[in-house]
């Protein structure tokens, strides 16, 4: 059974950081491009991050570029999104989501994913 489950949310202030994971289980991690999605109140889910199957190639949305990064040790069975410089607008519940090949939608979009989390709760706030 395919699993993914986020860690590492919280309550930060404007300016720190986090680290957020996603540990899968039910497949292996290697064979998979891993993406990272948010979801603000009100708001549609929105495509934060991307990650290729090897780690060779990764993709940001633009308001998160410079500040936050994504990375994946496949022996572990885990993928990151380094969160810094964190602003207000952050305050998501973020998501990871796993598919063989992410893009016939583009990778931003939710469509193009198979296998989602549950979340983890961001929120940044002073």
């Known amino acids: 059974q395919v699993q993914l489950v986020e860690s590492g949310g919280g309550l930060v202030q404007p300016g720190g950081s986090l680290r957020l994971s996603c540990a899968v289980s039910?497949?292996?991690?290697?064979?998979?491009?891993i993406g990272w999605f948010r979801q603000a109140p009100g708001k549609e889910r929105e495509g934060v991050s991307c990650i290729s199957r090897s780690g060779a190639t990764t993709y940001y949305t633009d308001s998160v570029k410079g500040r936050f990064t994504i990375s994946r040790d496949n022996a572990k069975g885990t993928v990151y999104l380094q969160m810094n410089s964190l602003k207000p607008e952050d305050t998501a519940v973020y998501y990871c989501t796993a598919d063989f090949s992410p893009y016939r939608s583009g990778w931003s979009s939710t469509s193009s994913w198979d296998y989602w989390g549950q979340g983890t709760q961001v929120t940044v706030s002073s």
């Open positions: 039910g497949f292996t991690l290697g064979g998979y491009a």
